[in-house]
């Protein structure tokens, strides 16, 4: 009462923060699954003031829960400290370290600082949080449905509003607002999915599922797959299929050292050769259109494809920005304020700016090493091997048929979005940062903590 005649109605919100800080320190777990579910349903607003941008309601959740989380495990120090020695947390610290060192030099300072702060509630929250969660098998299933479940109804929602306009390929773009500000990303994060609910619709009664289980899953798949094909989202096609293809040397028992000797083989023969293959799909002239034969012809459209030829230019920029400060970059999250002056004018597009106000470099890969030089690199690579290695070794050993299957599911998706990352660059967006992290600390924590000798209970 005092409050509201002091005109200050805000004290309303009390009761709801006090329940939100006891959920932090008594019931962390449950407000980690909550989060999960809440995610795909969030709505994002691109400036709140101070040129700030947001997602609603899970970023403001996920930054009070990195906060407050670490006094919880300074004051308790309960944190399982092993997880640490792993190669794949090792990895991810040294990024993490070395993308402070470049902020430290960047060009724009405060804009690296954001981008490390936003960089760090992702890995405390999803990778390190989250690897306390996943400790319980269970919890692995339940961050996992939980979020299928939300974007199931998202995705439900964006195909009924994509058919009033017959599935238009000029609609694909918009028609996934409010809930995903680009049909890219919208693409990638249900990609994600698609491998581990295939893996449940093979495997059903060996992952616990009965009848009415097979049907709900089978069709949570075909929605998906509805959703990636109509968002039209070429990388995300190529995504998948390349995804598919790594079931091949799995069903051979191939070694993943063996799967990237060939990738890396492959990528050296392409550099080789880049100025025979230009010429080669230069003569491309199928431009992005409606109906997916039209629409996947035009992936290898270099010469009248906007959006590929725009590719290239960011992709070369970013190149050039490498050769300039090969070691330290330009600072994270800086690319799209300092790519401009290294634009080629052979590789300029119609839709190209001198501002350089149009984004990022438009790849996973090429990001890092302009903004953070060889290092940035090579060091989210390590991540990325370190995870597939691990994913599919557990497949390979595990005692526990449903870790196997389970670490087979969730690094195939991780696949999916790795060949993604060749074309666009969504990792610091809450829908996939809320996912890739969180399959990070889901195989460390298979690894660590469930592969083990299976229980008598446990299917054979």
């Known amino acids: 009462m005092v409050a509201i005649a002091m005109d200050f109605p805000w004290i309303g919100l009390l009761p709801f923060i006090l329940i939100f800080c006891y959920l932090i320190l008594f019931k962390l777990d449950s407000l980690i699954l909550l989060l999960a579910f809440l995610v795909p349903l969030s709505v994002g607003f691109d400036n709140v003031g101070f040129g700030l941008g947001i997602s609603l309601p ?11 989380s670490i006094f919880k495990f300074v004051i308790n120090a309960q944190y399982d400290f092993r997880v640490l020695k792993h190669p794949i947390s090792i990895a991810i610290l040294f990024n993490l370290f070395w993308l402070i060192v470049t902020t430290c030099t960047s060009d724009y300072p405060i804009v690296s600082l954001k981008y ?30 939980l ?20 599935f238009s390929l000029a609609k694909s773009y918009s028609i996934v607002e409010p809930f995903f500000v680009d049909h890219g990303i919208y693409a990638a ?10 893996c449940y619709v093979f495997f059903f009664r060996r992952m616990g599922l009965n009848l009415i289980g097979l049907i709900v899953t089978a069709t949570f798949l075909a929605v998906f797959f509805a959703g990636v094909y109509f968002s039209y989202t070429r990388a995300a096609w190529i995504g998948v299929l390349v995804s598919s293809c790594f079931v091949v040397p799995v069903l051979l028992r191939i070694k993943f050292k063996t799967v990237v000797i060939v990738i890396f083989t492959s990528v050296s023969f392409v550099y080789i050769f880049q100025n025979q ?29 906007p959006s590929n030829t725009e590719r290239i230019n960011r992709w070369m920029s970013a190149i050039a920005m490498f050769e300039n400060r090969p070691v330290l970059g330009f600072g994270p999250g800086t690319y799209s304020f300092c790519y401009a002056p290294y634009q080629q004018y052979k590789y300029k597009t119609v839709i190209s700016t001198n501002f350089g106000d149009g984004g990022n470099s438009h ?51 991780l696949i999916t979005y790795f060949v993604h990352g060749f074309l666009n660059n969504y990792s610091a967006t809450d829908k996939i940062g809320a996912v890739l992290w969180a399959a990070f600390g889901m195989i460390t924590a298979l690894d660590v903590y469930h592969n083990k000798q299976k229980t008598k209970s446990e299917p054979q």
């Open 116 to 145: 490390v702060m936003s960089r760090l509630w992702y890995l405390i929250v999803f990778y390190f949080l989250g690897m306390m969660l996943f400790r319980e098998y269970k919890n692995i299933t339940k961050y996992l449905w």
């Open 147 to 166: 979020y299928i479940i939300s974007l199931f109804g998202v995705v439900v929602f964006i195909l009924i509003k994509h058919s009033e306009f017959n």
């Open 58 to 68: 899970d970023e403001p959740l996920i930054i009070v829960i990195m906060v407050l």
């Open 363 to 413: 790849s996973e890969y090429l990001n890092p090493l302009a903004e953070s030089g060889l290092f940035g690199l090579l060091s989210f690579l390590a991540i990325i091997y370190l995870v597939l290695n691990t994913g599919f070794k557990l497949y390979f050993n595990a005692k526990k048929f449903k870790v196997r299957i389970l670490s087979l599911g969730i690094s195939l998706g």
């Open 189 to 198: 994060t249900i990609s994600l999915f698609i491998p581990l609910l295939a």
């Open 277 to 305: 293959i230009l010429y080669v799909l230069s003569k491309n002239q199928q431009k992005s259109a409606n109906g997916f034969s039209n629409h996947f012809q035009s992936i290898s459209n270099i010469k009248t494809d």
